[in-house]
């Protein structure tokens, strides 16, 4: 079952959520806790919202988005930050489920795209993504401020 997550869901998304940089190897970047989780989801601002697969009462997966805004089409759209569905249960569907779960959130609210990214060496889930359609942005690349970068380039703000 594919489901809005609720408040009580937190403690299983952030351990997904570390399972997911444990797959993708950077365990030690990932820092987040349940009260960040629960302030980022449930807070007074909202920032991220999220959908939960459920199978036999456990939380499996689970798919972490927030709103972008495409300046060409003029509306929003989902940006998904994170896709995770544990090893055990993989194959039974939840990751098409998630994605559809978000794909109708577009539709409803005429939003124009769904986005995401993932890892170059990620074949597997490259596959999947593809068996759904989903076309490769190869001409963009991401780039990324962090730490001491980030704080050097905001002591210039005026």
Request: proline residues 3%; glycine residues 6%.
């Amino acid at each position: 079952m594919i489901r809005r997550a609720t408040e009580a869901d937190v403690p299983a998304m952030t351990a997904l959520v570390h399972e997911l940089a444990a797959y993708e190897k950077s365990s030690s970047l990932c820092t987040v806790r349940d009260e960040q989780l629960h302030s980022a989801l449930f807070g007074a601002q909202p920032s991220v919202f999220a959908h939960v697969a459920e199978h036999e009462g456990s939380v499996v997966g689970c798919a972490l988005w927030f709103l972008n805004f495409s300046t060409w089409d003029g509306v929003n759209g989902i940006y998904l930050e994170d896709l995770y569905v544990q090893p055990a249960a993989r194959g039974g569907g939840f990751g098409t489920a998630l994605l559809a779960a978000l794909a109708a959130e577009c539709v409803a609210h005429e939003y124009t795209r769904l986005t995401w990214s993932v890892l170059d060496w990620n074949t597997p889930s490259i596959g999947f993504y593809r068996s759904l359609g989903a076309e490769p942005q190869d001409e963009w690349t991401t780039f990324r401020l962090t730490e001491n970068a980030l704080a050097e380039l905001a002591a210039q703000a005026r």
